[in-house]
Each structure stands twice: as C-alpha cells, then as structure tokens.
C-alpha cells in the first residue's frame, strides 16, 4: 500500500487562477516532504523541502504546507502559467535508516489552459 | 540546475537484447539511485549506491544489475530486455550534509521500449 496518496490526480486550471494540490502520508517515523516538479519526459525537479519543524515554505509562486500532526501537506499554486502544467510529486522520506527511503506519489497532473 | 545526464534519452529495441543506461553526474555526490517509473504511477527504487564498489538493491525487484567504479558514474544493464521492461528510467544523486537536506537530483531519464 503506498504511503503517500496525492489528490486530485489530475486537474485543469485556466492561466492566471490558483490551486491546491493534497498530499497525505502514514510514512512513520518522519524526517522530510519535498514536492517535485516533473515535466513530461522529465525528471523530477525540487520545489521545496520541509522539515518536521517547518509548516510553511515558499518558492516563488509556489507555496507548500505540513501539518506533521496530521500528516498532511499542501502545494498552493498562484497565478498560474502554462509553464506550470507537469506532474506534482509529494516525496515523504524516513528517517528510519541511513539511506533514508524515499515514499512517492502517484503525483497531480496539472494542465494549465489558456 | 542538476548535473546528471542519462543517456540515450529513448531506446526501442527487440526482445533478447543486452543494453546499457548510462548515468553519470559532476556534482561529486557519493549516493546514486536508479528508479522505474510506469506512467501515472509513482517512483520505484530498484538500485541504489552509497559510494564506489558499492551497489544495492531497491524496494522493487528487477533483472537488471549496475556498477559503481567511478563516483561519477553509475551504468544500469539489462542482459535480456524483454517487453515487461519496457518502462521510464530515472537516475538520481545526492550529497552529503544533514539527512534532511539531501535532496535527489534526478537525470532527465530513459524512455525504453521493448518489442
């Protein structure tokens, strides 16, 4: 069962109009959330990283949140751009072992329309 | 922006054949992954790699095997492709320095198909 479900799958948004996409995980004990940005034919590249401690970081237009209680984290997009249609992907890593694993999502495929 | 590099970026070919992804990274970092990835489905460690002479295997069970001979460097092989590989192949890296912020830079990846 994976331990990072991601919702919606999929979205369609027109240019200039926020959204938020939802990541929720069961990955125990944790260390870090990252969102990733995968382009089609792509790999996935860093929006941002959140600690334990940490309930909000901002890169730009991109705003991620962690409720570490809950177990839940947000990634609010603003003022969209076509440049911003890609796949989503909510990343929880464990502290568990020194590799410290990785648990991906399905990830959100956004598509931002004109 | 990541300095990883995979090559070729798409690969078509037939069923029995011995191949080679190539990996390779000038960030100096000693840990590299090898990762599947079906579409829409999520990410799939099937190899990663602590350092040189050091390879192991991920969560998902594959036939392929990888080599660490140079740091920078980290080849995946498949002996015999067949159509159940057929998939995306994603090499990553990472640093060093506190667990928390050793973010994985991924390659661009290999889009294989096997007929």
């Known amino acids: 069962k994976n331990q990072v479900e991601q919702s919606p799958q999929s979205l369609i948004i027109l240019e200039g109009k926020n959204c938020t996409l939802q990541c929720n995980y069961t990955v125990s004990p944790f260390s870090n959330l990252r969102w990733y940005k995968q382009d089609t034919g792509r790999g996935p590249v860093s929006l941002t990283i959140?600690?334990?401690?940490?309930n909000t970081k901002s890169n730009g237009r991109y705003t991620a949140t962690l409720d570490a209680d809950t177990k839940q984290s947000s990634l609010h997009i603003t003022a969209s751009q076509l440049s911003d249609s890609a796949s989503y992907i909510c990343?929880?890593?464990?502290?568990?072992?020194?590799?410290?694993?990785?648990?991906f999502g399905r990830g959100t495929q956004l598509t931002v329309w004109p | 922006e990541a300095d990883i590099y995979q090559t070729p970026r798409y690969l078509v070919i037939g069923t029995g054949k011995k191949i080679t992804l190539e990996c390779s990274q000038t960030?100096?970092?000693?840990?590299m992954y090898w990762y599947q990835q079906d579409p829409g489905m999520e990410l799939h460690l099937i190899h990663y790699s602590y350092g040189v002479n050091s390879t192991e295997k991920g969560d998902l069970s594959s036939e392929s095997t990888v080599s660490r001979i140079r740091t920078e460097h980290f080849p995946l092989t498949l002996e015999s492709a067949r159509p159940s590989h057929t998939s995306q192949y994603l090499c990553?890296?990472?640093?060093?320095?506190?667990?928390?912020?050793?973010?994985?830079?991924f390659g661009p990846g290999t889009r294989l198909l096997v007929l």
């Open positions: 990343v929880v890593n464990d502290r568990g072992s020194t590799l410290g694993r990785l648990y």
């Open positions: 959140m600690t334990f401690s940490e």
């Open positions: 960030m100096g970092h000693d840990k």
């Open positions: 990553a890296s990472s640093g060093t320095g506190p667990k928390s912020q050793r973010t994985q830079y």
